[in-house]
């Protein structure tokens, strides 16, 4: 018997003290798909809607700026907030914002990818760290996303795309602001689609990306749209 | 009451002497502008200079451990890579243009003779990764940095981490050449009223400043901004400039004005070295300077010298030689890091 009261009061504090911590926090789970499918850089075939076979080899990309608003107004806003997120990672990049208020919020707000005034601003540490590999040498600026595989639909050597996006400078201001309504949740997952991205580029003619262009700043708008959030 | 003014004074004297420490590893030159750099986010120590001046004449920044940021520039010429048009770098290979001497980078926006770069930290990136120069990357630089005896005990001296990283490098560097201020020339004492010009120094200063400082501004002798001085294209390397970065037609041919400071011993002169005398230079001025659509609005009208005017004016720019940058000993190779003992 006693060992079930302490049963109950432990499973009592675990279900409350969860839901308490939860409400204290607002934590974002960033992760990579295909599709429906978990995208594994490691074991990539993927098939198209159109049944042409192809693989991912890297996604990396930054999302910085995260902020939360109501009624149109920043009332939560992350300190210092920039995130590469690498696909090559198994796990989900997890980002907690304290909510220690719990403040109420009805929008969600973030960039992909860096700032202009972060971009000349010298050598930073931590995910901004050139050492990450998402800074180019030859001319200054950080690359805000990339995307690298393999697919039949491009005649390059071994089939290769690559997309590197970036860009501080108009006209080729690559970064994107990216919104979605979403009503007080201590837990929100987001998704970024590849398959959505590589439907909308045109392979064959369009397979590589390796500087500030008109084009960068489109196919930047495209993985923009790539984007999904929900409730966990 | 007393007790606690008697400390507060005391913090403030504390404070005041920390920060005198700081004020006097950089120094603006009285005739100077403020510098461009913003030194609160690097604040400068003698650690991570010292940290600095041991990665710049290390090769350990090159693929093979050959080439370091010294190879092609050498203080003996104001730091730049003497005697070549184009600089070579790791295994003979030859680059695309003449590297640029370096002094007083503190006062630049922006680096390389197109632009390219837009902050002293990031430079060094550039001559790292590039295959023709250090073919590296700065990953692995950490790693073998890392992976040194000498470089983790440096590092925690300087930053207080004995983990490096990308950023702590870069700032390294970057102190080290802040610190390569030159403005101890004839030119700087003739301005501070310590010296005086020669009749023919001063008449080619006269010269100067009529037809060259537009673009050569004083004291800095450089406005870092970019222009097109009229040199016809070489057709080996079809090099556009500014344009590369910009890929506005309007900035083709145009390159970083450079800073005439030491041009004594900066030789050869140009992006793509192609004149080895400062006479070819004066002679492209008056005679050479081909019209198209991006040329300099300072350039619109032709510069008419005479011989002798022109012999004035090299004879002024002769007076921009800093002979005590050229040799300071604060910028030697520092053998005393490199010696067998010190890495043990």
């Known amino acids: 018997m006693k060992s ?29 798909t295909f599709g429906a ?49 690498d696909a090559g990672q198994t ?57 690298e595989g393999t697919s039949p639909l491009c005649t390059t050597r071994n089939n290769e795309f690559q997309f590197h996006l970036g860009g501080y ?64 | 009451m007393k007790p606690k003014l008697v400390i507060l004074s005391l913090l403030c004297f504390a404070i005041v ?4 420490v700081d004020v006097d590893l950089f120094k603006v030159p009285k005739n100077f502008p403020k510098p461009v750099y913003d030194f609160s986010k690097n604040p400068l120590s003698e650690d991570k200079i010292q940290l600095g001046r041991a990665l710049f004449y290390d090769p350990i920044l090159s693929r093979n451990n050959m080439i370091s940021c010294a190879s092609c520039h050498s203080q003996f010429s104001a730091f730049t890579h003497v005697d070549h048009a184009l600089s ?24 390389m003779r197109d632009g390219s770069i837009n902050h002293l930290d990031m430079q060094a990136l550039a001559p790292i990764s590039n295959p023709d120069e250090m073919d590296e990357n700065i990953t692995h630089v950490v790693f073998k940095l890392q992976a040194s005896k000498l470089y983790p005990k440096l590092f925690y001296k300087a930053f207080g981490d004995s983990v490096i990283t990308g950023e702590h490098t870069l700032k390294a560097i970057s102190q080290f050449l802040l610190l390569l201020v030159s403005s101890n020339s004839k030119y700087d004492s003739v301005m501070r009223k310590q010296s005086v010009f020669t009749s023919q120094e001063n008449n080619g200063y006269i010269l100067f400043k009529k037809n060259c400082s537009s673009c050569h501004t004083e004291p800095l002798f450089t406005n870092d901004d970019f222009r097109n001085n009229g040199m016809p294209v070489d057709t080996t390397l079809n090099d556009f400039g500014r344009y590369r970065v910009t890929r506005n037609p309007s900035d083709s041919l145009k390159f970083k004005v450079p800073t005439l400071r030491n041009i004594e011993f900066s030789y050869p002169y140009m992006h793509d070295g192609r004149f080895k005398k400062l006479s070819q230079v004066m002679n492209h001025y008056t005679n050479g300077i081909e019209k198209n659509k991006s040329l300099a609005p300072e350039l619109q009208q032709p510069i008419v010298l005479s011989s002798n005017e022109k012999v004035d004016i090299i004879a002024f720019l002769l007076t921009l ?15 005393e890091l490199f010696s067998e003992t010190a890495k043990d």
């Open chain 1, 91 to 147: 796990n989900p990049l997890i980002i907690v914002v304290n909510n220690t208020q719990n403040i109420s919020f009805d929008q969600l707000k973030f960039n992909l990818g860096i700032d202009s005034a972060t971009n000349v601003s010298g050598a930073m540490g931590g995910d901004l760290d050139p050492t990450k590999g998402m800074y180019w040498t030859w001319q200054s600026g950080y690359i805000n996303f990339k995307l």
């Open chain 1, 37 to 85: 499918t978990h995208l594994d850089l490691v074991d990539s075939a993927f098939t198209t809607s159109d049944s042409k076979h192809l693989k991912i080899t890297e996604v990396k990309f930054y999302i910085s700026k995260i902020q939360l608003l109501r009624n149109g107004k920043i009332v939560l806003e992350e300190k210092n907030s920039f995130h590469l997120v």
């Open chain 2, 17 to 20: 002497a920390f920060r005198s």
């Open chain 1, 169 to 232: 400078q108009k006209p080729n201001y690559c970064l994107q602001t990216l919104s979605f309504p979403i009503i007080n949740s201590s837990k929100i997952d987001l998704k970024l689609d590849v398959q959505k991205i590589l439907e909308q580029v045109d392979l064959p003619r369009t397979n590589h990306i390796m500087s500030p262009s008109a084009e960068a700043v489109l196919i930047s708008k495209v993985v923009a749209n790539a984007f999904t959030i929900s409730k966990n």
């Open chain 2, 321 to 335: 030689t800093d002979h005590s940058f050229l040799f300071n000993p604060d910028y030697f190779y520092p053998k």
């Open chain 1, 4 to 32: 079930n009261k302490t049963f109950f009061l432990l499973l009592f504090i675990a279900v409350y003290g969860g839901a308490f911590s939860q409400t204290n926090s607002v934590q974002f789970s960033v992760s990579t």
């Open chain 2, 88 to 111: 070579h770098g790791i295994e003979d290979k030859i680059g695309f243009r003449n590297s640029p001497a370096l002094m007083n980078l503190a006062w630049q926006a922006s680096f």
